[in-house]
């Protein structure tokens, strides 16, 4: 899935906000993001074997405002079903050029909720974050249960 330059408001689910993704690839580029609401992955929901990347188009910085969530991960809930996952089944999480504003978890991981041993790979790049928390537990911009590959961040900021 490829979106460019949408905007999504209002959205609520049980588990992702506004994205359930399971085996796919989805690219977001100059989208805006304003009031989510779910119990987990406030915006997004990954489980098993997918690519996601937030970035900004040519015309349009990436935003995501506003997302609430009643257990973890303000914003992105990534982990695996372990009935189903397979030793060669991996995924991968890009957010860059983007800004990230007022999100919480109840729980863990206000911004990102991490426990995949298929996820080989998350970058954050030129990412402003500002307003992030965890209510009650730890994490309050990412909480990292478990992860088999690196977390790069770089030329970001949180405030």
């Keep these: 899935m490829t979106d460019t330059e949408s ?3 209002n ?7 506004i994205f359930y993704i399971e085996y796919s690839t989805v690219t977001l580029t100059g989208v805006e993001i304003e009031t989510t609401y779910a119990v ?8 098993d074997k997918s690519t996601l990347t937030v970035q900004s188009s040519s015309t349009r910085t990436s935003t995501i405002t506003a ?7 303000g914003i992105g809930y990534f982990a695996e079903n372990p009935s189903y996952a397979v030793a060669t ?20 991981g206000g911004a990102f909720y991490l426990d995949s041993e298929q996820l ?15 209510k009650t537990k730890a994490g309050g911009v990412i909480y990292v249960n478990s992860m ?12």
Excluded: C, R, W
């Design 11 to 17: 959205n609520a689910a049980l588990t992702g906000g």
């Design 120 to 134: 080989v790979h998350m970058t954050l790049e030129t990412v402003t974050m500002t307003g992030t928390s965890s």
């Design 67 to 73: 997302t609430s969530v009643l257990g973890q991960g």
């Design 40 to 47: 987990d992955g406030g915006v997004f929901y990954g489980y």
């Design 148 to 159: 088999k590959g690196p977390l790069f961040i770089s030329n970001s900021q949180f405030t």
């Design 89 to 108: 089944d991996t995924y991968k999480i890009v957010f860059k050029d983007t800004s990230i504003a007022t999100t919480e978890a109840y729980l863990e």
């Design 7 to 9: 905007h999504y408001l």
